[in-house]
């Protein structure tokens, strides 16, 4: 127990520096979407990507640290296992210039744009619950989501979405990711502004009756 309090701290460590380097870092944005960089943050152990100790998981696309505060605050209010999602060729910031025919446009704009995952995805079988986390590209979750959502069985599971944004809302973005796992319990999504703070994600998990163990 003393073991998981400290990586809790460790965590909590992580997430205040994620949220100096957002403040920081360029947030590659246009039309009020976020757009990532290279990511930030690596699992833990590529073999293992997440411990399994608890029943809830947060799965999370976020390079440029928008949206992963979001996912460290609901991390460590439930005392979640945290998988990040990293594209195995990362974003640059040229790949995330909208409207001009970069990377971004071209997979948003491509309904078979698939971009492959970095390391191996999560064994999802011990968990109920998956929080499942990214930025608005262009309206709609980034197509690595449906990239992660194609690779993990979630049947049977809650999911719930929630993204970061600097003013789109989170639109049809849940509804079309829901296509793709059909047979989860989908819940009510939710858009967050870049920096929300922690006391409003705490009152949003509250709110959801989440059962962390």
């Known amino acids: 127990m003393k073991e998981k309090t400290g990586l809790k701290r460790v965590l909590a460590t992580i997430i205040s520096v994620f949220t100096m380097l ?6 590659g944005c246009s039309s009020g979407t976020e757009g990532d960089t290279p990511a930030l943050q690596e699992s833990d ?6 411990s399994q100790e608890s029943a809830v998981l947060v799965a999370v696309f976020s390079c440029t640290g928008h949206t992963m505060p979001i ?3 609901i991390t460590d209010e439930l005392g979640a ?12 910031e040229e ?10 446009d071209r997979e948003q704009n491509n309904p078979e744009a698939r971009p492959e ?23 709609q979750a980034p197509k690595i989501i449906y990239t992660f959502l194609e690779g993990v069985d979630l049947s049977g599971k809650t ?10 809302p989170l639109g049809t973005s849940a509804e079309n ?9 989908w819940q009510e999504g939710r858009r967050f502004a870049i920096g929300t703070a922690a006391e409003e994600i705490s009152e949003w998990i509250q709110s959801l009756n989440v059962q962390p163990e």
Not at 22 to 27: C, S
Not at 118 to 138: C, E, K, M, Q, R
Not at 177 to 185: I, S, Y
């Open 45 to 50: 152990d590529a073999d293992d990507p997440v």
């Open 95 to 104: 790949d995330i210039k909208y409207y001009t025919d970069c990377r971004a």
């Open 71 to 73: 996912a460290g605050y």
């Open 81 to 92: 296992d945290l998988y990040v999602i990293e594209a195995e060729i990362p974003y640059t």
């Open 177 to 185: 990711l829901q296509a793709l796992a059909p047979d989860a319990v």
């Open 159 to 168: 999911v719930i979405p929630f993204c970061t944004s600097a003013s789109s």
């Open 117 to 139: 995952i970095a390391g191996d995805l999560p064994d999802v079988s011990g968990y109920s619950t998956v929080f499942l986390g990214y930025p608005i590209w262009h309206g």
């Open 22 to 27: 957002a403040v920081l870092l360029p947030a």
